[in-house]
């Protein structure tokens, strides 16, 4: 698993690397990954200007920064995306901003789920690809001590929710998904990790 982990490393992106990788790509009429279609394009559009607007819009609590300010120890949270991913659209800005406020406490690092299947199989989301994943190494122990995603709790809700009660995933629980993330400002994600991140603190090797 650490070679795994350590092989993915080596061919990571900043976020603003990415960023400029999916827009390169747009520029020719393609998408991240290894499948290429006309829906994968038009979803990478769309999610680059979900992008744009969340970096002006998603704000970061104060207690939250204290806290991450505060951590005992240096991390990297490694995250499985596509430029594709409506719900890593919506993550990797309140990521970046988290781990940017961090005081270099987090190391924010995005590899692409196409280019590192033994990665993405040891973090499978009931036997499926589910990306965003957010896998929590410690740098000084240089181990992984955590995941999260692919999606806060209330949206994993939502969706299975809708696959129970209607089955396939069609135009109108994408909407409703997205209206979600709109409603929730970014508040679960920042919790929700927080919340992992101090597990670890007490949790010590």
């Known amino acids: 698993m650490k070679s795994i982990v350590a092989k993915a490393l080596f061919n990571t992106h900043s976020y603003a690397?990415?960023?400029?990788?999916?827009?390169?790509?747009?520029?020719?009429?393609?998408?991240?990954?290894?499948?290429?279609?006309?829906?994968?394009?038009?979803?990478?559009?769309?999610?680059?200007?979900r992008m744009n607007r969340l970096e002006k819009t998603i704000k970061i609590s104060e207690s939250i920064i204290e806290k991450l300010q505060n951590l005992d120890n240096h991390y990297i949270w490694l995250v499985l995306s596509e430029g594709w991913c409506g719900d890593a659209a919506q993550i990797l800005p309140i990521l970046d901003k988290m781990a940017s406020a961090s005081n270099k406490k987090v190391d924010l690092r995005i590899a692409l789920r196409d280019q590192n299947d033994d990665l993405m199989n040891?973090?499978?989301?009931?036997?499926?690809?589910?990306?965003?994943?957010?896998?929590?190494?410690?740098?000084?122990?240089?181990?992984?001590?955590?995941?999260?995603?692919?999606?806060?709790?209330?949206?994993?809700?939502?969706m299975a929710n809708h696959k129970?009660?209607?089955g396939p995933i069609n135009e109108k629980i994408k909407t409703d998904l997205q209206l979600w993330y709109l409603a929730d400002k970014g508040i679960s994600v920042q919790e929700e990790l927080l919340e992992i991140m101090e597990n670890i603190k007490y949790n010590r090797l």
């Open 17 to 49: 690397e990415y960023r400029k990788l999916v827009t390169d790509l747009l520029s020719e009429g393609k998408s991240t990954g290894n499948e290429q279609s006309e829906s994968l394009t038009n979803y990478s559009k769309l999610n680059e200007a």
């Open 122 to 158: 040891q973090y499978l989301t009931n036997g499926g690809r589910a990306i965003p994943k957010v896998i929590v190494i410690c740098k000084e122990a240089g181990i992984v001590r955590a995941d999260w995603g692919p999606r806060p709790k209330g949206a994993a809700e939502l």
């Open 164 to 166: 129970r009660d209607v």
